[in-house]
């Protein structure tokens, strides 16, 4: 194969060789209709060589030094124990079983890192959310009537869950779970069961999340109990509308994550002036336990897009400092994050789904490609440049392709094989159009994508 360096420009001219074959090809002398790449015999791949997969390998400029386009080129990686050991150009010397990408894009996988799939609807019956005016005190009544409902399919639901994550391109879930008094730790359980089923083809982190308050419910000894069942971070809920006392309940959320060596991930949706408060506080007590430093997240966190810009300049730069991180959903609506002003001052950023379909709201995806292109629309990212940048929101460690500067710095060789296939010619236009996930490869197994293109 020879190196074909072109430009975005060029390559829309082109278009994906041999879009109607099919993707794997050249496994056991015949194209396989297999969600996983197989040997002769039926094996899932361990080892093999990705051909025809294009990259990204810099930006072009005009006269203004300005992106105006990205440059790709086709390789080939070689796959082997889940990481990727080469990236070559030209005909392969490996004498290994071909898979042929037909000259798709190749991106980051993506990661859903705020998601209920403890308490879907997703996978059963259609179910619109309640009317408007709930609070979030109404919405814990609503819940205690509800919970022993739900658990009764809830594995399964979860299950049906992860798969439409796979299927949108997602390998990673932060999976938020109820701790709550009517659920006790039953949809942990069943929520645990779910992921483990999917062990090999699906990777996750366990938020212990008092729904119900944990001053409210009192549900600390169950948030007790919950950290020594494998579970990532404690988590906490609005700790001055709900619980009715900040320090507290912010105190006691903290303490039970340093006595168990857990992070911390709380449900802040207070505004101004309480949620300020609450942010601050937290700041306090991350500076004062560098434990919690680089392992603390503030979810939803809606006072950040209140407050007064210069309050929320310091607050940023606090956070930036402390490895202090934000997860927004990026809803189109009143609230919209100051993600550039956060991003500026380095604080972690990430993105999710939080409700597929629930007693919550009932419009979600799970397409992280498709926060993406929320930020870029809410912020005015029309550009090539600023389009590849959104890309961010949904990638591990914000890693993207191409760095500011236009090199190429993903993927990495021994870095793990997780990523997506599609149709694009770069990651601005798929940030833009959203192309249907063609392959969606974790730890270099394909868990999902149509084999036909």
Not at 86 to 94: A, D, N, Q, V
Not at 386 to 402: G, Q, V, Y
Not at 416 to 438: D, G, M, Q, Y
């Amino acid at each position: 194969m020879e190196d074909h360096k072109i430009s975005r420009k060029k390559f829309l001219g082109l278009g994906a060789a041999a879009t109607g074959a099919a993707l794997f090809s050249g496994i056991g002398g015949n194209a396989v209709a297999q969600v996983l790449p197989e040997d002769n015999k039926g094996n899932s791949l361990k080892e093999y060589i990705l051909s025809n997969v294009r990259l990204e390998d810099g930006f072009e400029y005009n006269e203004k030094n300005e992106v105006v386009a990205t440059k790709t080129a086709l390789y080939n990686l070689h796959i082997a124990n889940g990481k990727i050991k080469s990236i070559t150009t030209g005909k392969s010397t490996l004498k290994l079983k071909t898979v042929d990408a037909k000259g798709l894009l190749m991106l980051p996988g993506l990661r859903d890192m705020h998601i209920h799939i403890d308490k879907t609807y997703y996978g059963g019956t259609w179910n619109a959310a309640p009317r408007k005016g709930y609070t979030v005190k109404d919405m814990i009544t609503l819940e205690q009537k509800i919970i022993p409902q739900l658990l009764t399919d809830s594995q399964h639901k979860a299950e049906e869950a992860i798969k439409l994550m796979q299927s949108q391109g997602s390998y990673f879930a932060r999976c938020q779970c109820n701790i709550d008094p009517v659920s006790g730790l039953k949809s942990l359980e069943h929520l645990q069961a779910a992921l483990e089923k999917n062990k090999d083809s699906f990777g996750w982190e366990i938020v212990a999340f008092p729904q119900h308050g944990i001053l409210y419910s009192k549900s600390e000894p169950l948030l007790r109990e919950a950290a020594s069942m494998g579970i990532d971070f404690i988590g906490g809920l609005d700790p001055t509308s709900v619980d009715g006392n900040m320090e507290k309940s912010l105190d006691t959320m903290i303490q039970i994550a340093l006595d168990t060596n857990k992070g911390i991930d709380i449900h802040l949706h207070e505004g101004v002036p309480s949620g300020k408060d609450a942010i601050e506080y937290i700041i306090k007590k991350t500076e004062e336990n560098k434990q919690l430093q680089g392992k603390t997240y503030i979810s939803h966190g809606f006072a950040l897009a209140r407050m007064d810009p210069k309050d929320l300049e310091g607050i940023a730069e606090k956070m930036g400092n402390l490895g202090i991180g934000v997860v927004s959903t990026i809803p189109i609506g009143r609230t919209i994050m100051p993600i550039p002003t956060l991003k500026k001052y380095g604080v972690k950023l990430m993105t999710g789904t939080d409700s597929i379909v629930d007693h919550w709201q009932p419009f979600g995806t799970c397409d992280m490609l498709e926060k993406a292109k929320l930020c870029a629309q809410l912020y005015g990212w029309t550009d090539e440049y600023s389009l590849s940048r959104a890309l961010h929101i949904a990638t591990k460690d914000e890693i993207l392709p191409l760095n500011d500067s236009g090199t190429r710095v993903w993927p990495a060789v021994d870095s793990e094989a997780n990523f997506i296939l599609v149709k694009a010619t770069c990651s601005a236009e798929a940030v833009a159009r959203l192309p249907k996930r063609e392959g969606v490869f974790y730890k270099g197994k394909v868990i999902a994508g149509e084999i036909g293109l």
